[in-house]
């Protein structure tokens, strides 16, 4: 059995393509060229070129002392935090516009939540001289500015999202809907492992990059390419994507998803999926998703403006329903305590998204001869306005 | 035989109305039904709210979110539209997005359906293939004819194979857009228009997205057997009477 997609575009029973006929030959198009384009050696040339002189990779697989001594067991930061732009998400945006300039498209859609995804999108589309139009939820654009101002900065143009509850599952929904009225000359650059086949696994394998270099770092320092374990944090899950990536079918390697608890499970402010969702559909993809019991898809909560989507990617979907990997829950203080604990051991502010990852550590024991790779997947540069307000710095 | 197919045989244009149930106020879906068949109107597309509807403008998103908001459920429509075959005989069809549905129970639903008198469903985000593999016999066993749409950018291969499909009508979407998006139609609708009309289908074509008026819906209807208003509709129920309907649907068909 393998946990990776199936020729239909599905992860066990999880994935699909289930959008409007209007959205078919966009989606078709890039389903029938992407793994031909992504396998073209120029392509490759050209996306590792990039990712080496514009992002910075290799990324340091960097050993964490302090923070390994405190847990008493071997841990390896993954930093993604190191990266250009500040986070993961700069590894799809790099690969989705090389996809875009081959496909003939001149103009760029995306959809941003906090602005991470926004601003990597704006940077790849400044870079490549292409038109950027990112669609964010209004309530989203209030409360994340610096974000927007960067956004500006790189020369996108930022669209409020007005619709539902204004946040990104409605910048996601916006931007599907733009899709759907530039059909030829548009290409739609998501930011995570979700939406309509083939979107996951393209995205999967933009990130897969993480993995790759995990294993001949890992290699070097442990003599082994195989952690015991791996951990990422989930919102939609492109970080954890493409940390588990070329992990995914070695059983001896176990998998941690840590998603967002919010104020707690129970509490009713929660983006814990996996615990509270059920199956669905949700932009395009047959997943876990949280909703009413009438089928409506309800507004997830957490301090992390990354994690809080109420869906999740069919390929984390089918690793919680197959028992491959397992999903921990970290509410916002657990995660913000982590994220403090880690700048005091480690010298290193992280993002709360990845803070969640952290916390991890106070919730399950490792023995002291495990080898536990973090996907430390953002820096908290974005988020220092809300370390401030909970900590009272 | 299907009421929708009844209809299709019927030698006229055919006029098919689109509102969204729980709006304006939860409780007005028997009465908008009524008065629209009252007005001549050939079939009723009734919409079931989502949360989420990605197909449509800001229109039908509006009144969507408000009819929640009213507490339209799933399950309170069918109660609504239990006794709905004692006074209305065209044909009505159900038009939502699957997740709902899903989440009823597809078999439950199509039950339903069936038990209150629906004759179609239209479910934009349920792919031809996945309806195929795992809903078609379901759907027939309830006498349900499942609707599919095509575009402008639908290939003439994939058309076809959409006709061979299809029972009833097919879905003509006139532009690349959401509903709501455009009014009126230019020489790149007349053209597909034109394109559609010449491949002889098995289907009869209806028009939908982009037809507000009577100008719109004879420009529709030159080349198909009917046309479809929605965002237009749900905009005149917002800001008119009830009663008022039949001045709605006069206007659509004055000159006809």
């Given amino acids: 059995m393998s946990y990776n997609i199936d020729e239909r575009g599905y992860y066990g029973e999880f994935g699909g393509a289930f959008i409007p006929e209007m959205l078919y030959p966009n989606v078709e198009e890039l389903r029938q060229n992407y793994l031909k384009i992504m396998a073209e050696p120029s392509f490759q040339e050209e996306f ?64 941003t939540g906090a602005g991470q ?25 209030a409360r994340q500015a610096p974000n927007v101002a960067r956004m500006k900065m790189l020369g996108a143009t930022v669209v409020p999202a007005l619709s539902g509850s204004r946040t990104l599952k409605d910048a996601t929904n916006e931007a599907i809907r733009d899709w759907i009225n530039n059909p030829v000359d548009t290409h739609y650059i998501i930011g995570s492992v979700v939406g309509p086949h083939p979107y996951p696994d393209m995205v999967a394998k933009f990130q897969a990059v993480v993995s790759e270099e995990i294993k001949n770092q890992l290699l070097e320092k442990e003599g082994t390419e195989n952690p015991d374990y791996l951990i990422a944090c989930v919102g939609g899950g492109s970080n954890a994507a493409g940390t588990y990536y070329h992990y995914l079918d070695n059983e001896d390697v176990n998998i941690i998803a840590v998603e967002a608890a919010g104020l707690g499970i129970d509490s009713g402010e929660s983006a814990a999926t996996s615990v509270l969702g059920k199956e669905g559909i949700i932009h395009g993809s047959k997943t ?12 997830p909560y957490s301090i992390s403006a990354g994690l809080d989507y109420p869906g ?4 984390h979907a089918n690793l919680y329903k197959t028992g491959r990997a397992e999903f921990i829950a970290i509410t916002d203080d657990e995660a913000m305590t982590a994220g403090l604990e880690l700048s005091q051991l480690e010298g290193i502010i992280p993002a709360i998204e990845s803070s969640h990852a952290l916390a991890v550590f106070e919730h399950k024991k490792f023995k002291p001869e495990d080898i536990v790779v973090l996907n430390l997947s953002g820096r908290g540069d974005k988020d220092l306005q809300n370390y401030i307000d909970y900590f009272k710095l | 035989m299907n009421r929708i197919n009844k209809k299709l045989q019927e030698d006229k244009k055919l006029l098919s109305i689109y509102f969204t149930a729980g709006y304006p106020n939860v409780d007005d879906t028997v009465s908008i039904i009524q008065n629209l068949e009252k007005s001549g109107v050939d079939m009723i597309e009734i919409g079931l709210p989502f949360s989420d509807p990605l197909a449509d403008g800001p229109t039908i998103q509006t009144s969507s979110t408000q009819a929640l908001k009213n507490g339209m459920t799933t399950e309170l429509l069918f109660e609504q539209l239990k006794g709905i075959r004692q006074s209305v005989s065209i044909p009505l069809i159900i038009m939502g997005y699957f997740n709902p549905m899903l989440q009823y129970g597809v078999e439950d639903f199509c039950k339903k359906c069936q038990k209150v008198g629906i004759d179609g469903l239209i479910i934009p985000d349920l792919p031809v293939d996945v309806y195929n593999d795992y809903y078609k016999t379901t759907f027939e066993k309830h006498d349900l004819i499942n609707v599919f749409l095509i575009t402008p950018q639908t290939s003439d291969e994939r058309v076809r194979y959409i006709d061979s499909v299809s029972d009833g009508f097919i879905y003509m979407v006139s532009s690349a857009s959401t509903t709501g998006a455009k009014v009126g139609f230019g020489n790149e609708q007349t053209k597909y228009f ?6 002889n289908l098995n289907n009869a074509q209806i028009v939908g997205f982009g037809i507000s008026n009577n100008d719109t819906f004879t420009q529709a209807t030159k080349y198909a057997k009917g046309a479809i208003i929605g965002s237009a509709f749900v905009k005149y129920v917002t800001n008119n009477n009830l009663k008022s309907i039949p001045d709605f649907v006069d206007d659509i068909l004055k000159s006809k």
């Fill in chain 1, 117 to 141: 995804h926004g601003v990597a999108t704006a940077t790849v589309c400044a870079l490549m001289g292409i038109e950027c139009i990112v669609y964010m939820g209004e309530i989203d654009i």
């Fill in chain 2, 194 to 199: 034109e394109r559609i009309a010449n491949m």
């Fill in chain 1, 48 to 111: 590792h070129a990039l990712l080496k002189d514009y992002v910075g990779r290799p990324s340091p697989l960097y050993f964490a002392e302090r923070l390994s001594k405190k847990y008493n067991t071997k841990i390896y930061l993954k930093r993604e935090d190191l990266n250009h732009t500040g986070a993961h998400k700069i590894n799809n945006t790099i690969g989705q516009i090389l996809m875009a300039k081959r496909l003939g498209k001149n103009r760029i859609i995306a959809e």
């Fill in chain 1, 288 to 299: 876990l998703l949280m909703q009413t019991n009438d089928g409506q898809i309800t507004e």
């Fill in chain 1, 312 to 315: 999740v990617g069919p390929m």
